[in-house]
């Protein structure tokens, strides 16, 4: 986990340069009508315009989601996976899961070498690590069930932009280059895509993905068949014999995007609905929200040592419950009702001390490292539909594969399951039932796309990566807008921080914290570690009074932006 939170911190460091956290203008945007935030602006031009044309925010989120795939080459894709949460404006709300899931051929222990040893590399940086993707089956899902412009209106942006081209900022050209330099360097078809003919992009060049563009014309064309049969199809699977992988035909025939029923939680009047396995992080909000109902946060004041310990109780206990019980529930049995109860809530919260930490017993499991790279979006249209978007390749640049021909990299989401059966260690392997690795089983993940109402009215659309600190942070975000009352840019500006049970330690961002904050947590007996920053929360609230939506992009993501339809061009 130090690892991914140092990698974390150089990756935001260097895409922020060297400004402190907050330096720059804030992003704000007001639209009378529809808003997209995400975590790049040119997506949210896309999405923005789309809006403006008539489309809603099914149409809009799906058209800033393949805009990512070519802008946001971290975590924007169609090689990967992610989860969709809609709540329309009568307030019915449902969810997409286009998670990736394991192929056939998939088995418990696929991560052992040839002596029976675990091997990282194969569990993360292999062909093996590929998951079968989701991304295309969920938008065309999402569409086909919500949307209600034209598909080929929808992808069409994101053909010219691969094809055409876009100006390359400062932070993008610096991260292909490292990517391209670093993990990229292993796969000709990376280095081809992510350099000029070898030699490194710098900001200001117009960055083409021909290879892109002809793929993205294809689902343009041809829906989800034209990613999962032809030649897209073929291309990967002809990549996997390749490399040693093992997703088949059969494998991306048989994907299927699921819609499933949200988690919906109560907090202090208002209602939060996030996404139900097989992500864990619905379930371990509304968790952390039930325990903390009980306690007057606001008098505590706002990421004051008595908060900070208060909150970072409820975030032990929910990380608890998820290293036990929590994975795709169409191969376990998760107990989502107990566990998102307020009973078990009170349970949970019997044995906190206001006055000392309480300490982690890493009986039978441990955490495993998860990588920082994701994205979220939000969207809400002018009739007040709200969509929330997570989705991502796992690792920053995935699995590092781009697919030869056909220009987009491959997840490495196989990671997101355990590393084999009975492997735990205190080395933070985990090697419990519930999410090992089996045909057709999707890995257990942390995104919660998430949206906040109350009496009936939309409030937020909220959500951010960040691996397990992903969970936290929309905890937070929501938090800070029910007890302390902040504006949404506000709730997403302010400082964070991160306990997941274990390693049992409070992780704070750095340079937001008062002076004798930590000495204070750790006179609780808490340990502390600051440092990095967390997240990229690109979120959208409403205006209680004049109903507008503000989008609120990240300032911790040096290209996020938001754009309002009624305001094109307006944001950073
Ligand atoms: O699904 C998950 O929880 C992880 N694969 C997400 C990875 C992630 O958030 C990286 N984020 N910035």
């Known amino acids: ?17 060297s400004s402190p956290l907050l330096a720059q203008d804030n992003g704000t945007v007001r639209s009378a009508g529809g808003m997209v935030s995400s975590q790049q602006w040119i997506a949210s031009e896309v999405g923005a315009e789309v809006l403006a044309r008539g489309g809603n925010a099914v149409d809009a989120a799906i058209a800033t989601g393949f805009a990512l795939a070519v802008t946001h080459p971290t975590a924007g894709n169609i090689g990967g996976g992610g989860f969709m949460v809609v709540r329309f404006p009568d307030g019915r709300t449902t969810s997409l899961d286009f998670r990736e899931k394991a192929p056939l051929a998939a088995h418990p222990e696929m991560w052992l070498d040839e002596d029976g040893g675990y091997s990282s590399e194969r569990h993360h940086n292999s062909h093996l690590a590929v998951g079968v993707p989701g991304t295309v089956a969920g938008f065309d899902k999402a569409h086909r069930l919500y949307g209600s ?33 670093g993990r990229g360097s292993r796969y000709e ?57 093992i997703i088949t035909e059969e494998d991306l025939e048989r994907y299927q995007a699921r819609e499933r029923t949200p988690i919906h939680g109560t907090y202090r009047g208002y209602d939060v609905i996030s996404m139900p396995p097989p992500s864990s992080g619905g379930v371990a909000i509304v968790t952390m929200l039930n325990i903390l109902e009980a306690f007057d946060l606001r008098t505590m004041g706002h990421n004051s040592p008595e908060y900070v310990h208060h909150v970072s109780e409820a975030m032990r206990r929910a990380f608890r419950d998820r290293a036990r019980y929590l994975a795709d529930v169409d191969f376990a049995d998760v107990p989502v009702r107990k566990l998102t109860s307020k009973e078990h809530a009170t349970w949970l919260r019997r044995d906190i001390d206001p006055e000392r930490a309480s300490i982690s017993h890493p009986t039978d499991v441990a955490a495993p490292y998860e990588s920082p790279e994701t994205t979220h979006y939000s969207v809400v249209d002018a009739d007040g ?8 390749l796992e690792y920053g640049y995935g699995s590092g594969i781009v697919v030869p021909g056909a220009g987009f990299l491959l997840n490495n989401e196989m990671g997101d399951f355990n590393a084999g059966p009975g492997l735990t260690n205190a080395r933070g392997l985990i090697g419990t039932e519930a999410n090992l690795a089996r045909p057709e089983q999707r890995m257990l993940s942390s995104m919660s796309p998430s949206i906040v ?39 997403v500006d302010a400082p964070r921080f991160h306990h997941q049970w274990l390693p049992d330690r409070i992780r704070i961002e750095g340079d ?23 997240g990229s929360a690109n979120s959208i609230g409403i205006d209680p009074v004049t109903g507008e939506r503000i989008g609120a ?20």
Do not use: C
Not at 1 to 17: E, F, I, Q, R, Y
Not at 385 to 392: D, E, G, I, N, R
Not at 455 to 472: H, S
């Open 385 to 392: 539909m709200a969509v929330s978007v997570t989705y991502t």
């Open 512 to 534: 937001g914290f008062a002076p004798g904050t930590v000495e204070a947590l750790e006179a609780l007996g808490h340990r502390v570690q600051a440092g990095g920053r967390q």
């Open 149 to 181: 412009a034209d598909w080929v209106d929808l992808v069409q942006p994101s053909v010219d932009l691969a094809a055409r081209g876009f100006e390359l900022s400062e932070a993008l050209a610096g991260s292909i280059t490292r990517f391209a330099n």
């Open 189 to 245: 078809a990376s280095v081809a895509t992510f350099t000029n003919a070898g030699e490194a992009y710098g900001a200001g060049e117009t960055w083409r993905q021909p290879e892109l563009a002809r793929a993205l014309e294809r689902i343009r064309d041809e829906g989800r068949d034209g990613f999962y049969r032809g030649e897209t199809a073929r291309l990967i699977t002809e990549e996997m014999r390749r490399g040693g992988g």
């Open 453 to 491: 109402a109350r009496d009936g009215e939309l409030v937020a659309v909220v959500g951010t990566p960040g691996g397990r600190t992903i969970i936290n942070t929309t905890l937070q975000l929501i938090l800070n807008l029910i007890d302390f009352g902040m504006d949404v840019q506000e709730a």
């Open 553 to 572: 992009p990240d300032p911790r993501s040096a290209d996020a932006g938001a754009r309002g339809s009624d305001a094109p061009g307006g944001g950073r």
């Open 1 to 17: 986990m130090a690892a991914g939170w140092a990698a974390a911190a150089t990756v935001v460091a260097l895409a922020a340069s």
